[in-house]
């Protein structure tokens, strides 16, 4: 399931260039405002027998289609992890680019980490991964993941996977997509392999480079293009 509880965000870097902020929905609702979402509560909300709605044991892709530290949320965050340590029975997996404000944006009881959040960084090629990855990896966090997406280039995690826990990779979707490479998807897989890491081949792409063919990919295939070429490394749990 997705949380988003806010809306909105702006470019950070190259990997932002085709997001779906620049696309029909930013034109109908605007795209730099960041605002709550009328989900904003959604974790803690309760039904009239005092129950939340949201039952435990679930897993909240948190802040997937904006970003978690962006600092114009600085004060709704506030909130949000006030939410996130209520519900101790949820795993949060928290998604931003801008891991250089993770510091400024901790709740002060946030020492080595909250149990339950997971948080992921999303690199889209290697100028981005040794921009971002160093930092990240010195941060106090339980769990962490990369997200490879857009993939946008090779990557080599070399130097960082020994603290990753889990990678998942997807190409680019949109009309102006730009080429991923299956080749460069096969590499993160081996290195995850090699690392024994668990990987998650998300999805394609809108222009899938396999065989030497250029593949344009129906956004309603490219998840299940993915998972049919079976690359994914698992550990039981469901891959994110
Ligand atoms: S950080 Fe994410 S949500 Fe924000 S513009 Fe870039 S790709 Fe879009």
Not at 17 to 34: D, L, S, T, W
Not at 70 to 75: H, M, N, V
Not at 132 to 152: G, N, T
Request: net charge negative.
């Amino acid at each position: 399931m997705n949380w988003e509880p806010w809306t909105g965000c702006y470019p950070l870097s190259d990997g932002c260039k085709n997001c779906y902020f620049y696309g029909p929905h930013a034109k109908r609702y605007g795209q730099n405002e960041i605002t709550k979402t009328d989900k904003f509560d959604w974790p803690i909300r309760k039904k009239k027998n005092g129950e939340y709605n949201i039952k435990g044991d679930k897993i909240l892709a948190t802040c997937f289609a904006t970003d978690f530290f962006l600092p114009e949320a600085d004060e709704m965050r506030k909130e949000v992890w006030a939410m996130i340590k209520e519900r101790q029975d949820i795993d949060f997996l928290i998604l931003t680019k801008r891991i250089d404000r993770f510091y400024e944006s901790l709740p002060e009881d946030w020492g080595d980490g909250y149990d339950n959040v997971n948080i992921g960084c999303t690199v889209e090629n290697q100028e981005m991964a040794d921009q971002r990855l160093p930092l990240f990896i010195s941060y106090p966090i339980k769990r962490r993941f990369v997200a490879c997406a857009p993939l946008l280039g090779p990557i080599d995690l070399t130097n960082y996977i020994h603290a990753i826990d889990h990678v998942s990779v997807g190409g680019e979707t949109s009309r102006e997509a730009r080429v991923c490479d299956y080749q460069w998807v096969l590499d993160l897989h081996e290195q995850c392999k090699q690392a024994n890491k668990t990987f998650w081949f998300k999805n394609t792409g809108s222009q899938f480079l396999r065989d030497g063919i250029i593949e344009k990919v129906n956004p309603f295939k490219q998840t299940t293009y993915a998972k049919e070429l079976d690359i994914n490394i698992s550990d039981g749990k469901p891959l994110f």
